[in-house]
Nanobody, 112 residues
Framework: QVRLVESGGGLVQSGGSLRLSCAAS????????MAWGRQAPGKEREFVAR???????TYADSVKGRFTISRDNAKSALYLQMNSLKPDDTAVYYC??????WGQGTQVTVSS
């Protein structure tokens, strides 16, 4: 079973940018889709963005136009470029696969 490790979280001011990475323990070439979700304090986990094996992307309305998801099959990695960050983006961000495997998460905090 593939293992996922996220990195790149941190503290950033409103309007700033962060790039999250998700390293997989094995090839992701054959995985139908990989995605990012997030969970804010006191809230349920929610979908953020998804990318299919052939590169099609889908975004939550709340992040559309600000976040960009990408994958590098050669490096077995998934990325999330987050621009124009808002305090409402504060959450633990997780990567996951179409197999239902989740990483441990990385904290993103956006200060106002």
């Amino acid at each position: 079973q593939v293992r996922l490790v996220e990195s790149g979280g941190g503290l950033v001011q409103s309007g700033g940018s962060l790039r999250l990475s998700c390293a997989a323990s094995q090839s992701i070439f054959s995985i139908n889709f990989m995605a990012w979700g997030r969970q804010a304090p006191g809230k349920e986990r929610e979908f953020v963005a998804r990318i299919t094996r052939d590169g099609r992307t889908t975004y939550a309305d709340s992040v559309k136009g600000r976040f960009t998801i990408s994958r590098d099959n050669a490096k077995s990695a998934l990325y999330l470029q987050m621009n124009s960050l808002k305090p409402d983006d504060t959450a633990v961000y997780y990567c996951y696969t179409s197999y239902g495997t989740w990483g441990q998460g990385t904290q993103v905090t956006v200060s106002s």
